[in-house]
């Protein structure tokens, strides 16, 4: 962009304000930002669109987008916004402290899982009371307790952190953890040496945290995914402890496919799948030979998506061939991969989500009628249902558990039961809470559940998860807050939090709308959601809210609608189909930019991602849907209610430009006089910074906003 350019915008930014106007007290009478309007026409398979805030994207040529490297019209932009924001939710400050308060006295004194149990040691985490990071320890037979990272110390000074991928070595001679100190998801590798105490980095910069690095078998390696110039997770890295030597092990060219790294459950192998939303495949390095080139179990297909784990002395695969939509569990020969049988078949409506492998008995985690049961299966074929009596609840299968272990740890949680870590006995199935998360004042009998299904305009049932006081009236009188998701095949599950629980407290309720395009249905339900069947997930979600109006749990313009990433696509498409329906909307780091997005294909996400939305670069039809239903495309003359969006400046998934463009474009064709806001975290990426009082202070803001939009 040339000087005079720069200069025209900047001219232009300032330019044409006014005060603005709203309903009278609720929100100050402060003069928006407005964005300059500059055509910039783009030709695309025959077809014309002018963005004309395209100006407001800005990547580097090099290196990361920061504070220091901004345009000069971009970094006012977002200074001006962050300012409009700060002043017009200024009424809300003392809200926010106290419900920040509220949240932080629920959880108050030291938050700790239980200690993971392997080979004679213990290993567990802990957040100590007052402190915002995890401190990770471990000890054995009766010596004293040995501080492994206190994460705290390694937060200090830096203005994001985040880690993940936390592991002992096999042998428990070393401890390894990915961090992230930049905001931006690429990460370094570090290893502790736990017979010296010695912490050294082996991998500075650009590896990939979550399911991207494991040791070797033998102890001896780290495994390791890379990163690319687009972020894209492209190859696998063999790395010594040392740290001395590192050797590629493969690197994948397909821009669509997605990498991840593991060590199956006995140890025997090594792991890599390469995995895009219709295909897979699976890559072994054995135990016996670390340093060989990985074998591929079965070839990618198109339509073919699965995963490889080993149980009883054999391989088993959890796929989808042969039309085993809800996917079935195999039994596969551990040298040349054939099939050997069939271990649980392929039922419709029945998704295997997760196995976890033992070596008495193979557990899987599913879902029946959408809500999650545990299955136990023994190696003499016996089986074995765990399951609860909630109206909704979530479980999960944490990982890393020992292979010989007589019992599986599971965790079990509703909105209304705080987390319980329950070890169940793989041979009788007999349950013991070994531990529950501790939650201050806080009844749970003073709290309601409740499971309901909203008829969609084509007749399907959405299910929705509905959280009150107990005894609240059905009157309408209610506000309620609704959280989406619906992409993917991701699941919006029912689970235990605290800053809900703040909400309800108020007067509110809370509900989960279980929308199309997620997974708790099985695979048609995710399917009914995407691609050119995506609308589907908004007018789910706009009836989910309106069948919470028509049963007297809320009212019309006392619904918020809150979203985050692709959430932000459903509430935001949903904000402009219905935007009368809505008190408020908030949307987190939203994708709402849709066309501009998946028509660039340097962007790291969209070859992957293509096949959820489609390709509007080669396909017309594409072109003409996702035109038809992007939330910026698509705000016309209306009513808006108060919008609210989050951005973080460093994020490659979802650009805060996309937020940008959608708040200008509100507030530029609005008819009600309520603020459109965007508030962009300029140290952070997709995520903020792990640490609990983070994310409350953030729920705050949130909950604090929505409180405003209907007071």
């Known amino acids: 962009m040339s000087s005079a350019a720069m200069a025209a915008l900047l001219l232009a930014s300032c330019a044409g304000r006014a005060l603005a106007k709203g309903p009278p007290g609720r929100w100050p009478k402060i003069a928006p930002p407005q964005s300059p309007r500059i055509s910039h026409v783009t030709e695309q398979l025959g077809r014309q669109r002018d963005d004309v805030y395209s100006w407001m994207k800005f990547i580097p040529a090099d290196g990361e987008r920061n504070r220091t490297n901004l345009p000069a019209p971009v970094a006012k932009m977002l200074a001006d916004e962050n300012a409009y924001a700060d002043a017009t939710l200024e009424p809300t400050k003392a809200a926010q402290a106290e419900l920040v308060r509220a949240m932080l006295a629920r959880s108050s004194g030291t938050v ?44 200090k000074d830096q203005p994001y952190f985040r880690s993940t991928g936390h592991q002992p070595s096999p042998d428990h001679r070393y401890f390894a953890w990915a961090e992230d100190v930049i905001g931006n998801d690429r990460h370094r590798i570090v290893i502790r040496d736990n017979r010296s105490g010695e912490i050294h980095t082996i991998v500075d910069k650009d590896a990939y945290g979550y399911g991207g690095l494991v040791f070797a078998p033998s102890s001896r390696w780290l495994f390791w995914i890379w990163r690319d110039a687009r972020n894209r997770p492209t190859r696998l890295y063999r790395t010594s402890v040392d740290g001395k030597t590192t050797d590629l092990v493969y690197e994948e060219k397909d821009p669509a496919i997605f990498m991840q790294v593991k060590r199956t459950a006995a140890d025997g192998f090594i792991a890599l799948t390469l995995a895009g939303p219709e295909t897979a495949e699976v890559r072994l390095v054995p135990a016996r030979d670390e340093t060989a080139a990985p074998a591929t179990v079965w070839p990618r297909t198109v339509g073919v998506r699965y995963e490889v784990d080993e149980w009883n002395g054999g391989l088993v695969a959890l796929t989808d061939a042969d039309d085993a939509f809800d996917m079935a569990l195999l039994r596969l020969d551990p040298g040349s991969f054939r099939t050997l049988g069939v271990l649980v078949p392929h039922r419709a409506g029945v998704p295997i989500l997760q196995v976890q492998p033992f070596a008495t008995a193979l557990v899987r985690l599913e879902r029946v009628d959408g809500l999650h049961r545990l299955m136990i299966l023994r190696a003499d074929g016996g089986e074995q249902v765990i399951a609860f009596d909630d109206p909704a609840y979530a479980i999960e299968l944490p990982p890393e558990q020992a292979y010989d272990a007589p019992s599986v740890m599971i965790v079990h949680q509703s909105p209304k039961s705080p987390r319980r870590w329950i070890r169940i006995d793989l041979a009788s199935g007999t349950q013991t809470v ?38 609240a009236l059905k009157d309408g009188k209610a506000p309620l807050l609704q959280y989406g998701y619906g992409s993917y095949g991701v699941p919006s599950d029912p689970e235990f939090s605290i800053p809900a629980l703040a909400l309800v407290d108020r007067g509110w309720r809370y509900a989960i709308a279980h929308v199309r395009g997620g997974s708790e249905k099985g695979r048609r339900w995710f399917l009914g959601g995407r691609k050119f069947t995506k609308r589907n997930s908004f007018t789910d979600f706009v009836a989910c809210a309106e069948h919470l109006a028509a049963e007297g749990y809320t009212a019309k313009g006392k619904v918020v609608a809150y979203g985050l990433s692709a ?22 780091v939203p994708f709402v930019d849709m066309l501009n997005t998946m028509s660039d294909g340097a962007h790291p996400l969209v070859p992957l991602f293509r096949p959820d939305w489609g390709d509007p670069l080669a396909d017309p039809k594409a072109y003409d849907y996702i035109a038809s239903i992007s939330p910026y495309e698509n705000v016309r003359a209306a009513t808006y209610p108060p919008l609210l969006c989050t951005a973080g400046l460093k994020d490659d998934r979802v650009a805060y430009w996309e937020p940008a463009k959608l708040v200008s474009e509100v507030r530029r064709r609005s008819t009600s006089g309520n603020p459109a806001m965007l508030m962009t975290d300029m140290d952070s990426g997709h995520q903020g910074s792990a640490d609990v ?14 409180i405003r939009c209907v007071s």
Do not use: C
Not at 138 to 148: A, F, H, I, M, V
């Open 112 to 155: 700790a899982a239980p200690a993971l149990e392997k080979e004679g040691w213990t290993y567990s985490s802990a957040i100590p009371e007052g402190q915002a990071h995890a401190r990770y320890s471990r000890q054995k037979d009766g010596r004293p307790t040995e501080l492994l990272v206190d994460e705290s110390a390694r937060a």
């Open 567 to 588: 959430g932000g696509l459903l509430v935001g498409a949903s904000m402009n189909i219905a935007p009368t329906l809505w008190g408020g909307v908030i949307a987190q």
């Open 434 to 471: 070994v531990q529950q998360q501790q939650v201050t004042n806080f009844d749970p009998d003073a709290y309601e559940v409740e499971r309901l299904f909203a008829p969609a305009p084509d007749g399907e049932m959405v299910p929705i998860t509905l959280l009150s006081r107990r005894g």
């Open 693 to 706: 009082t983070s994310e409350y202070q953030q729920k705050a803001l949130f909950w604090s906003f929505a």
